[in-house]
């Protein structure tokens, strides 16, 4: 937010936090982004030792800095700026104008790459995998689950990276890039789970779920699964392992080694726990559901367009999906928005020393848990703010309407014919807003394809001066995410059809070349 009116001198702050500008109107105190005129004074202002603002040319300098010049508009040009802030905003005054910033609860590193997977020490996605903020050599990318078990870390990314103090060890077979474990072929590879009771290893793969002995020795499929079914490995309890292929809860015997369906839900399953070892939660991409202890799958909410979800605690849950990140309270079963406009992937959420880490399709974001409320406490002042307007908006709307009503039973006689034209305009205007539509999203798909491997949703929204909302609404029912995905693999299937070199082609695409090999050449994109 930026006041150019009226003429901004300078900005400080008292011991006490309050925060004053000298102006050309008075000196003004700041609360948030509202100014409250303290004195009709006129000048630069300084704090006096009695923690007051004062008027005191001579002293203007010893408040001026160069320090965030970064922050503003054409940062490279020379000139005074004048800054102070609190937890909510942090405050710049340069060239007579007033810089209101927010100060956001939480980070973002890692911009403008899609990150797929997090665990403590590990962040891995399309564009490499991190280990304590350092880029491997290996594996180059993933796709799945990474998980420490002991000292040992798994990286799951088709085939099985195994990483621990002692040895590093790749499972794979290229092609097809599916992980081979003790001679057999288990299919591509996408989350590992290890039962240190019974000590046995669970693989989940494309082709079905396997256990292993605790060497990752002799693996035997246990259940078969489908290419295109979501499977999620839930844990032991009761001396079951279970896990979730689409909509069926299935669970493995240690005793005898049994494999029974134990339940089906009416909705197929992507994300899923047990609390306190006693109750299952599951959630599928519009409902979350809760076991009993004789029934399972009760749904107890309804979301939109989500699909993965942790504990926070016993009452709490941190759910994400593509438009946003919640947080459920299982006592009171309300939901309330924490982060909203953000396209969060599957599988990338982590809590680790009180930080919530969510990976995003543009980076990672890291929030403290302590600051939730906060972030939900500006969510609920923004929508006041919102109904406050949407209120008086409202109000213009009736007294229009009401004039308009008198206006037609005076000239009832032209109502029908009034009509028609309304109808006919609401026909042209909806005809126009279609083919606008189709020529925005035209113009979007064709600075992807300029800018192919460095596109992203924010270099889009920052090309075309425009926000997610905007850009959601054009591309629709499409995300700029698989937009932005299938163009990238159009191309790549055409520079391989022409053989032409991998690592240029990893060039003009911004995949991996790793990744790219394992594209299979009559792949087709979606």
Same mark, same amino acid.
């Given at each position: 937010m930026v006041l150019s009116k009226p003429y901004f001198y300078n900005i400080v702050q008292n011991g006490n936090g309050h925060i004053f500008a000298g102006t050309s109107n008075g000196v003004f105190q700041l609360k948030s982004d509202k100014l409250f005129l &303290?004195?009709?004074?006129?000048?630069y202002v300084k704090i006096n030792k009695d923690g007051n603002p004062e008027i005191d040319s001579s002293g203007v300098s010893s408040y001026s800095s160069h320090k965030y010049l970064h922050l503003l508009p054409y940062p490279s040009e020379k000139r005074i700026e004048y800054h102070t802030g609190n937890e909510q905003q942090f405050y710049i005054v340069s060239g007579g104008r007033l810089h209101i910033f927010d100060i956001l609860p939480y980070s973002i590193t890692l911009r403008n790459q899609s990150i797929r997977s997090i665990s403590k020490n590990f962040i891995g996605g399309y564009s490499g995998v991190y280990y304590k903020g350092n880029k491997m050599d290996y594996p180059t990318y993933t796709d799945g689950y990474i998980r420490e078990i002991g000292d040992t870390a798994f990286i799951c990314y088709g085939g099985l990276f195994m +990483? @621990?103090?002692? #040895?590093?060890?790749? &499972?794979? !077979?290229?092609?097809?890039? @599916?992980?081979? *474990?003790?001679?057999?072929?288990?299919?591509? +590879?996408?989350? *590992? $789970?290890?039962?240190?009771k019974h000590q046995k290893y669970f693989l989940a793969t494309k082709s079905g779920v396997y256990v292993t002995d605790k060497n990752l020795k002799s693996p035997k499929k246990i259940f078969d699964v489908h290419s295109d079914e979501s499977l999620t490995l839930l844990g032991a309890k009761d001396n079951i392992f279970s896990f979730i292929v689409a909509n069926k809860l299935v669970g493995y015997s240690f005793t005898d080694g049994r494999v029974m369906v134990i339940e089906k839900c009416a909705e197929s399953i992507l994300s899923g726990f047990t609390l306190d070892n006693r109750k299952y939660y599951t959630l599928s991409k519009n409902s979350l559901f809760q076991s009993n202890p004789n029934t399972f799958f009760s749904k107890v909410a309804s979301f939109q367009d989500v699909h993965s979800m942790l504990a926070l605690n016993d009452k709490e849950f941190i759910i994400i999906g593509n438009q946003g990140l919640y947080l459920f309270n299982l006592e009171s079963q309300i939901t309330t928005t924490i982060i909203t406009g953000v396209e969060f992937n599957r599988k990338a959420l982590y809590l680790d020393n009180n930080k919530l880490y969510v990976g995003s399709i543009n980076g990672l974001y890291t929030i403290d848990v302590n600051q939730i409320y906060n972030l939900i406490s500006r969510n609920n002042i923004k929508i006041n703010a919102d109904n406050q307007d949407f209120d008086s908006l409202y109000w213009k709307i009736a007294l229009i309407i009401? &004039?308009? *009503? $008198?206006?037609? !039973? $005076?000239i009832k006689q032209k109502h029908q014919l009034r009509k028609t034209e309304e109808k006919v305009l609401k026909v042209q205007f909806e005809a126009n807003q279609v083919k606008e539509n189709t020529k925005n999203k035209e113009m979007i798909e064709d600075f992807v394809r300029h800018n192919l491997s460095t596109a992203s949703i924010k270099s889009i929204v920052e090309h075309f001066n425009t926000n997610n909302s905007q850009i959601y609404a054009i591309l629709q029912p499409e995300k700029p995410g698989t937009i932005i995905q299938k163009l990238r693999m159009e191309v790549v299937m055409e520079m391989r059809h022409a053989r032409i070199d991998i690592k240029e082609i990893s060039r003009v695409s911004g995949f991996s070349v790793s990744y790219i090999r394992? !594209?299979? !050449?009559? #792949?087709k994109t979606n």
């Open positions: &303290f004195n009709n004074k006129t000048g +990483m @621990s103090p002692k #040895q590093k060890k790749n &499972f794979l !077979i290229e092609p097809p890039y @599916s992980a081979y *474990i003790d001679s057999v072929d288990v299919g591509y +590879m996408d989350d *590992i $789970f290890y039962d240190k009401t &004039f308009l *009503i $008198f206006t037609f !039973i $005076f394992k !594209i299979k !050449i009559d #792949q």
